[in-house]
């Protein structure tokens, strides 16, 4: 109940949440931790997110955490 009413305060104010999780990495919003190889996922697409980001109006205030994939490396047998 407290986190929803503080939700809707800062959201009375312009602050926002960054959307992350699915969509395509984008460095004005988000800051890349780390990747993950992945063939379910496109490369660059955000596949984790370890901490939210978040809006005042139009400008960043935080950037969102994540974790972003990449093409899996080919693996070659020696």
Known sequence: LTHRALLQVLGKFGVSA???????????LHEAVGQL???EHAAGTIVDVLQKGY????????????????KPEDSADD
């Open 37 to 39: 190889p992945s063939t």
């Open 18 to 28: 960054v959307s992350a999780a699915g969509e395509a990495f984008d460095p004005q």
């Open 55 to 70: 809006l005042l109006r139009d400008r960043l205030v935080r950037p969102a955490l994540v974790v972003v994939s990449s």
